[in-house]
């Protein structure tokens, strides 16, 4: 199983990747919803990406927009990892094709939890 890390903040993809990979998950990361975008490109082998909604260049609403637009990645699961906990945010956010949200600050427990309601995890 692989996880794509969208965040604009080096020090959170850092402690994403040492959760998941805890978890025994691969992942790769990526600065921006752009850079995500470009890593995605015509691949397959992410099974979800955790996306934070605050970047430069392509916010992660606009990215996950974008990826549900290609029905190449109808199967990768997309999760907001935010601080954006405003019940509009979380309405836009599944309303543009996002699987989950967790809010920030993570813990490896609650992404956990999260990770075997979207059947990532067994």
Do not use: C
């Not at 199983?1 to 990747?17: A, G, N, P, Q, Y």
């Not at 850079?35 to 955790?50: C, E, M, P, Y």
């Not at 699961?77 to 993570?106: C, E, I, R, Y």
Request: proline share 2%; hydrophobic share 50%.
């Amino acid at each position: 199983m692989k996880i794509l890390i969208i965040d604009d903040s080096k020090t959170m993809r850092t402690f994403l990747r040492y959760m998941v990979r805890e978890l025994n998950f691969e992942s790769e990361e990526a600065e921006d919803g752009a850079v995500a975008l470009a890593t995605l490109g015509g691949r397959q082998d992410f099974d979800l990406a955790l996306v934070d909604w605050d970047m430069p260049r392509m916010n992660g609403l606009e990215f996950v927009r974008a990826v549900r637009a290609n029905p190449f990645h109808d199967n990768l699961k997309l999760m907001m990892v935010t601080t954006q906990n405003s019940m509009d945010h979380v309405a836009a956010a599944l309303q543009a094709g996002a699987s989950d949200f967790l809010m920030k600050p993570v813990t490896k427990e609650a992404l956990e939890e999260k990770l075997l309601v979207l059947g990532v995890m067994d």
